[in-house]
């Protein structure tokens, strides 16, 4: 009965040391490095966004600092995501690629049954800054289906609609 007293208070005596040290060896959320960057911040809490791609579309579209259309192409047995357009380009927004530019976070060797290769490319919404990749969508005769299929050309118009209603 005793050991069992001895195990358990050791075990949350454990417990707490390794909160307590943790909590103070971490720098507080307040210091931040962004101070020393001359780009926009867009928000810490849009990178935190952990239900973007449940969001409807407009909002999705004003969160995000980047969208490409993206072609996949077959080339050496791979599918290379080749950057077709930059729909949405947020003033300030590093973002280290351009047109015809591989994005290799979408770009795959096949599998048999390859769930990733349907469709012509995708869209791909990126938030942040830097920017980095939140969700994509395929598309396919000029119809993104994951988006309720609407038109490529209707995504444009969202987008535009959005940068004239944005402040600033």
């Known amino acids: 009965m005793w050991c069992l007293c001895v195990l358990t208070a050791s075990s949350l005596a454990i417990s707490l040391w390794g909160f307590l040290s943790w909590s103070f ?7 931040s490095l962004r101070s020393l960057d001359s780009t926009p911040d867009f928000g810490t809490a849009l990178d ?3 239900d973007f791609f449940a969001r409807p579309l407009e909002d999705r579209i004003r969160r995000a600092t980047i969208i490409l259309l993206v072609e996949r192409k077959e080339e050496g047995g791979r599918h290379k995501a080749i950057i077709a357009d930059i729909l949405k380009r947020a003033p300030g927004t590093r973002f280290y690629y351009e047109l ?3 994005y290799e976070g979408l770009s795959h060797h096949p599998r048999k049954r390859c769930e990733d290769c349907e469709g012509q490319g995708d869209v791909v919404f990126l938030t942040g800054n830097p920017a ?11 119809r993104i289906g994951g988006l309720g299929d609407i038109t490529l050309a209707e995504l444009r118009q969202l987008i535009e609609a959005s940068e004239q209603s944005a402040p600033g």
């Open 25 to 31: 060896t971490t720098p507080p959320s307040s210091v």
């Open 48 to 50: 935190e966004d952990n």
């Open 100 to 102: 015809g530019d591989e």
């Open 132 to 142: 980095h990749m939140r969700e994509s969508v395929s598309y396919e005769d000029g």
